[in-house]
């Protein structure tokens, strides 16, 4: 704790956390980029091992500007600690903040200091429960991608994606170029919805290079022949010891029938219904968050990535999933505020404006492809049965959280569901079972707030590595809290 702190600490080395800290270092800011990954790139540049060597890596125009990113980062030497988990930001005397950054790497704790933190944590993929979804050969879309990304590993024999994200598309194209047995691509959305971009010509231009990997996607999938089908969704997955099959059913008026479902049979099934921020992390040390109408939270910011914790700083997807492009620009903004703020470049002004400009029109995009793949809460409803599970670490379905909730009137948020009756209390820490417990409080006329609060560690670690945690004398009780929280002001 006697070590002299370094000007920023970035913790993300995805594309907003390098552009963040390429920017930085040319104005010659001392920056350490924490990243929980072997490699540098985050999840969409997810870098194979060091030891294997892919051919053709990535190809394809929507991954050119973050490995333009990567290929600088890796030129200008950044200081980047890869394989460290951060699990907690502490800031132990508020009258000169100096941040308090608490990691694992290697099995071991560590602790840096800085002046100032950006936090580019990235997203996670929307889970979505449904009867088997807890079978093994049943996982995210990401998932199968990130095997083919970093080792060109397939990870079955007949495939079946759905959900009612485009990225689903991607996934399709890669798995098929790596030569795997695609049965078939389900949209939960009608035809007429995966149109809506056409409303917006300027969103459809902002967007062109997307919209072309889209469509050549598209023409991939019909050359080889697999079955595209859009209004219908997976509404089980069955299979003893593992998968072997999911019943899908049309969808009409934003409800799965599931009278008229049909068997497909197959050994892996990867869904995808969009992304919530990552943003646990900048919310345990303070950052004020905004609840996002279908789930997740992203951090209030200044438009330029200044948070309300001075000296904390967000950028990339913590703020609202946007893309890579945009999360580029955003880290590059940020950059800039914390350059601003330290008195560092005086500068800034025409940079600044020219980065909000571009921002502005992936935004424009962003908001489009949300709308054309978010689902409302009736379609996500109509999956839940009482023996659907819903916290996986806990082992907690559907029926009993509904049971709770009615014999328990008083429980009117998510974190009195939590202690009742365990949901988020496992090793995620509601990552993945939060989206859905909102919802059963949802059909229960509660609002779920701010949902599970966020608390150190945020992440799983050994308990030796919190051993030389920061003591009580040096942080305050309200410090562990999220200042969302009225009661912990």
Not at 295 to 308: L, P, S
Request: aromatic letters at 6%.
């Amino acid at each position: 704790m006697s070590e002299a702190p370094i000007d920023v600490a970035v913790i993300g080395a995805g594309p907003a956390g390098m552009a963040a800290a390429l920017r930085l270092c040319d104005e010659g800011v001392a920056v350490t980029v924490l990243d929980e990954q072997l490699q540098m790139g985050g999840q969409i540049l997810r870098q194979p091992p060091r030891a294997i060597r892919v051919r053709d890596w990535l190809p394809g125009r929507i991954y050119d500007d973050p490995k333009d990113v990567l290929r600088r980062a890796q030129q200008v030497g950044l200081d980047v600690r890869t394989g460290s988990t951060v699990w907690g930001i502490f800031v132990p005397d508020r009258r000169t903040p100096v941040f308090d950054v608490r990691f694992v790497r290697d099995g071991m704790g560590h602790s840096l200091r800085a002046r100032r933190v950006i936090v580019a944590s990235g997203c996670i993929e929307q889970a979505v429960a449904f009867p088997g979804w807890q079978l093994p050969g049943v996982m995210p879309a990401g998932g199968l991608q990130a095997l083919l990304k970093s080792q060109q590993v397939i990870a079955g024999e007949r495939i079946v994606l759905a959900g009612s994200h485009p990225l689903l598309l991607v996934v399709a194209q890669q798995l098929l170029t790596a030569g795997a047995r695609l049965e078939a691509v389900l949209f939960a959305q009608p035809w007429p919805q995966a149109l809506a971009l056409a409303r917006d010509p300027l969103a459809l231009m902002y967007g062109v290079g997307a919209l072309r990997h889209a469509a050549s996607a598209m023409l991939e999938l019909r050359r080889h022949r697999v079955s595209v089908r859009f209004g219908a969704a997976v509404v089980e997955a069955y299979g003893e010891q593992r998968l072997e099959g999911i019943r899908w059913a049309p969808v009409r008026h934003a409800v799965p029938q599931h009278a008229e479902s049909r068997e497909l049979p197959c050994d892996v099934f990867g869904f995808c219904f969009g992304f919530l921020p990552a943003s646990e992390l900048a919310r345990q040390a303070g950052a004020r968050a905004i609840a996002l109408p279908h789930g997740g939270h992203a951090i209030h910011h200044d438009g330029a990535g200044r948070t309300d914790v001075a000296g904390l700083y967000v950028a990339g997807e913590p703020t609202g999933v946007k893309g890579a492009n945009a999360a580029i620009v955003e880290g590059q903004l940020a950059a800039m505020s914390v350059l601003e703020d330290a008195g560092r470049s005086p500068r800034l002004a025409l940079e600044r404006r020219r980065a909000a400009r571009r921002l502005r029109r992936h935004q424009r995009f962003s908001r489009q492809l949300a709308m054309l793949s978010t689902m409302p809460d009736r379609f996500f409803d109509a999956l839940l049965t009482d023996d659907t599970l819903v916290c996986r670490c806990e082992d907690v379905d559907c029926g009993p959280l509904r049971r709770a909730l009615a014999a328990n009137p008083l429980v009117r948020d998510a974190n009195a569901l939590k202690l009742l009756a365990r949901p988020g209390m496992g090793l995620c820490q509601g990552r993945y079972c939060e989206i859905t417990v909102a919802r059963l409080l949802r059909q229960t006329g509660i609002d779920p707030g701010a949902g599970f609060r966020p608390r150190p560690p945020v992440r799983p670690v050994p308990v030796h590595a919190l051993c030389d945690a920061p003591s009580a004398e040096a942080i305050r009780w309200d410090d562990l809290h999220s200042v969302n929280d009225p009661e912990h002001r």
